[in-house]
């Protein structure tokens, strides 16, 4: 049973095109994560929901547009790419206990996204 | 801003001895939560251990401790009878409340297991 899980894993693709990928969790939580992790293995949080409200926004520009339909999915579209988009893409999920600080992030296998 | 430093880009160790991976942090807050987490090369991220700042017993899962001093801001993971499977790249993460529940990663420490 995949607990998070993403798609596609790998995407190739050229520079100007749109492209999307899903992702869906079966663990019941409320909170949805993207990160992202660079050639040099950084990784850093890109854009979080709560219930499908986004409570975080990073700085990362308005190409990157994440939807979530319902709590249980979290899809990051992206328009015009380009190279520098080249990287890994996690999602993940984690239940936030009101009041408490006790909730531990499960990660998706990745997106391995190329821009050529 | 919190941020999570990982002094050793690369590590070794041999077969059935033990590591200690170093992560230091800078924070002004005094609830959060502290994480390591391993990428194997499949690069999927599977949690480790992980530290609640208000607790002052170390957390162990099974092979895995760490050693949590707060006022040093310091939490570093020891490997014991290391594993050719433990062989990955490792991350510290710092996580608080007030940070939106966001991860903050470290740069990451490849361990080499050898025969």
């Known amino acids: 049973d995949t607990a998070v899980s993403q798609t596609p894993k790998y995407l190739v693709t050229q520079m100007g095109n749109d492209k999307s990928i899903k992702c869906e969790q079966n663990?019941?939580?409320?909170?949805m994560y993207w990160y992202k992790q660079d050639s040099k293995k950084f990784l850093k949080i890109m854009f979080s929901?709560?219930?499908?409200?986004?409570?975080i926004n990073e700085t990362v520009p308005n190409r990157f547009s994440p939807k979530s339909p319902d709590k249980a999915h979290l899809n990051l579209h992206i328009n015009s790419l380009e190279l520098g988009d080249s990287a890994v893409y996690f999602c993940?999920?984690?239940?936030?206990?009101?009041?408490?600080?006790?909730?531990?992030?499960?990660f998706g296998p990745g997106t391995r996204l190329t821009v050529l | 801003a919190q941020t999570v430093t990982q002094s050793q880009p690369e590590m070794s160790v041999q077969e059935a001895e033990t590591v200690t991976l170093s992560c230091t942090y800078d924070?002004?807050?005094?609830?959060?939560?502290l994480f390591w987490y391993k990428q194997p090369p499949s690069r999927q991220m599977i949690l480790v251990i992980r530290?609640?700042?208000?607790?002052?017993q170390n957390a162990t899962e099974n092979r895995f401790s760490v050693n949590f001093q707060k006022a040093a801001k310091s939490f570093s993971l020891k490997i014991s009878d290391s594993q050719l499977g433990d062989a990955a790249m490792y991350f510290c993460?710092?996580?608080?409340?007030?940070?939106?529940?966001?991860?903050?990663f470290g740069e990451g420490t490849q361990l080499t297991v050898n025969p």
């Open positions: 993940a999920s984690s239940q936030i206990s009101p009041g408490e600080y006790t909730d531990t992030q499960y």
């Open positions: 663990l019941g939580h409320d909170t």
């Open positions: 993460a710092y996580r608080s409340e007030t940070s939106g529940s966001r991860l903050t």
């Open positions: 924070t002004s807050e005094s609830d959060y939560y």
């Open positions: 929901y709560n219930n499908k409200e986004l409570i």
């Open positions: 530290q609640e700042a208000y607790k002052q």
